[in-house]
């Protein structure tokens, strides 16, 4: 299994500023994957995070506006940048391949992103 | 991957089987069937997968129909901590990483 801490839990941030979320796994991974889930809603995959490499993008999201780092096999950041009110959504990590063959997707708490 | 269709809420009694229904009609072959849910203010949490035989676990059963069309999670004694939202989903190869693609779930309320 594999444990995921995110960073911080919760912020109220002024419109036009940026935000920068931090995702600690407790093991190496193979994979790891940002999604985010607007208030009553599922969950939307924004991106999956490449060790070394520049991430992955959904269609609909772009790396000017929700830049993503990967320095290690256990460590990411999300940005959100130039906040507006609809940017208020809870922000998730996750990671996936925690061991070869693993089929199951390990989520951290989530952020909470209110932008006023 | 395989679109999915679940009711949007359920009720279940505390102690009873929770069963949740999961229309797959256009699954292909190598297709997996996995069910996540999220507890409210947490991250989704892995429940079960299968192929094409039912599988069970500890934490829940996976019923799946001979046609691969449809199945069926079930929580044999559903207790209060199991209210969540349940996601269905299907994907190609579970060895692909792992990323979901979410669809509406059903919201299970357990009551008392």
């Known amino acids: 299994?594999?444990?995921?801490?995110?960073?911080?839990?919760?912020?109220?941030?002024?419109?036009?500023?940026?935000?920068t979320i931090q995702c600690q796994v407790d093991?190496?991974?193979?994979?790891?994957?940002?999604?985010?889930?607007?208030?009553?809603?599922?969950l939307t995959l924004i991106a999956t995070a490449n060790q070394g490499s520049e991430a992955t993008y959904e269609s609909g999201f772009v790396i000017d506006k929700f830049p993503i780092s990967r320095p290690n096999l256990t460590f990411s950041t999300l940005t959100v940048s130039n906040l507006s009110p609809e940017d208020s959504s809870i922000y998730l990590c996750s990671?996936?391949?925690?061991?070869?063959?693993?089929p199951e997707a390990f989520f951290g708490q989530g952020t909470r992103l209110t932008v006023v | 991957d395989a679109k999915t269709t679940q009711p949007p809420s359920m009720d279940c009694a505390e102690g009873r089987a929770a069963n949740l229904p999961c229309n797959h009609s256009t699954i292909s072959g190598n297709?997996?069937?996995?069910?996540?849910?999220?507890?409210?203010?947490?991250?989704?949490?892995?429940?079960?997968h299968g192929?094409?035989?039912?599988?069970?676990?500890?934490?829940?059963?996976?019923i799946i129909t001979e046609d691969r069309k449809s199945s069926t999670l079930i929580l044999p004694h559903?207790?209060?901590?199991?209210?969540?939202?349940?996601?269905?989903?299907?994907?190609v190869d579970y060895n692909a990483g792992n990323m979901l693609t979410f669809g509406g779930g059903t919201r299970l309320m357990v009551k008392p």
């Open chain 1, 27 to 42: 093991s190496q991974v193979t994979m790891m994957f940002w999604y985010r889930q607007q208030p009553g809603q599922s």
């Open chain 1, 95 to 102: 990671a996936g391949q925690v061991s070869p063959g693993s």
């Open chain 2, 51 to 62: 192929l094409k035989n039912n599988e069970t676990n500890e934490m829940a059963s996976l």
């Open chain 2, 78 to 91: 559903a207790t209060l901590r199991d209210t969540a939202v349940y996601y269905c989903i299907v994907r």
């Open chain 2, 31 to 48: 297709e997996y069937v996995y069910w996540y849910r999220q507890i409210h203010s947490q991250g989704p949490q892995y429940i079960i």
């Open chain 1, 1 to 19: 299994s594999a444990v995921i801490s995110q960073k911080p839990s919760r912020d109220i941030c002024q419109r036009g500023t940026s935000l």
